[in-house]
């Protein structure tokens, strides 16, 4: 249970000594700043310029997180050279965020919204914690502004999501449970009150997802006028949703669906979830999203 794993996690958990290397990489797209490590990682050396801007973030947030903590949360894998593992980025931490923030939301529902059904609080705590609901609030905390990442790397509504959960990975590490449902709490704030209004529910990406698909001008912005399959096929722009159960949830209570959304052989979105159909509507909606990015893109 993810709970239960919380408080071991909260347990152990351990503020980071001198000794832990973290990639560094100037702010606004610069070349990068590597320490030069050992076998024995050296003392992380963060400039006092990055240390003012992860001061200014720490305000902004109103978090108690360390320096070498917070730069760990905001460093992208892609500042990290393959071969040198002993620098860390944020993916462990992505994925204890991921957990911490599935956790948070679930108990708020559970506890001030006691008429819920089980269903329904699937719904919503799968609306909340969604990759788009993630990159939302990602923007409103400008956390992107301060990513360590690779020159020429672009961002995108994954990399939002996961710095957003290595963020709050960061918080929990060393604010513990309380800190982190504080800083959940306030931050997503908007997104939650959002989905309980039930707005959501009425939302069909699937259908909207397939009506985009099915515009002649969609076709040409998103193919460059190449029909899938041939112009006459009216199949040729159906999405089809490839559904199977994730290996880490293989002997899980509770299983966890991955989705990804093809149009011929092309995956315009993927989603997650604790049904087929939870995972479906989350792929619909990244794939949609990203759609209509790539239109008003064109159109710009």
């Keep these: 249970m993810k709970h239960s794993t919380l408080h071991a996690l909260h347990a152990q958990q351990r503020v980071p000594d001198s000794k ?19 076998n024995v990682c050296e003392e992380v050396r963060i400039t006092q310029e990055r240390r003012v801007q992860l001061a200014s973030l720490r305000s902004a947030l109103g978090i108690d997180v ?15 050279d393959e071969n040198n593992n002993s620098i860390e980025n944020n993916e462990r931490m992505e ?29 919503i705590r799968s609306a909340i914690v ?52 504080a800083f959940v709490h306030k931050h997503f704030e908007t997104q939650i009150q959002a989905k309980l209004s039930g707005g959501f529910i009425d939302e069909n990406y699937k259908g909207k997802l397939q009506e985009v698909l099915s515009s002649s001008k969609a076709q040409e912005i998103l193919f460059q006028g190449q029909a899938k399959n041939g112009a006459a096929n009216s199949n040729a722009y159906r999405p089809k949703y490839a559904t199977k159960e994730a290996e880490e949830s293989a002997n899980a209570h509770t299983p966890t669906f991955v989705t990804q959304v093809m149009v011929d052989k092309e995956c315009l979105g993927a989603g997650k979830g604790s049904s087929k159909k939870a995972a479906e509507k989350e792929a619909a909606q990244m794939a949609y999203g990203a759609i209509m990015k790539r239109i008003r893109d064109h159109k710009m």
Excluded at 20 to 38: D, F, I, K, P, W
């Design 20 to 38: 832990e290397s973290v990639a560094t990489n100037t702010l606004n797209g610069g070349s990068s700043v590597r320490n030069t490590v050992s």
């Design 66 to 80: 360390s320096d070498a903590m917070l730069n760990q949360a905001l460093t992208h894998s892609s500042c990290v």
């Design 95 to 123: 994925f204890l965020g991921d957990t911490v923030l599935d956790t948070i939301i679930s108990t708020y529902l559970y506890t001030n919204h006691p008429g819920l059904k089980e269903g329904e609080l699937s719904s």
């Design 130 to 181: 969604n990759r788009y609901t993630l990159e939302e609030v990602c923007n409103e905390l400008n956390l992107l502004r301060y990513l360590n990442i690779a020159v020429g790397q672009r961002t995108n509504v994954n990399i939002a999501g996961d710095t957003v959960e290595a963020v709050i990975a960061a918080v929990f590490l060393q604010g513990g449970l309380v800190g982190a449902t």
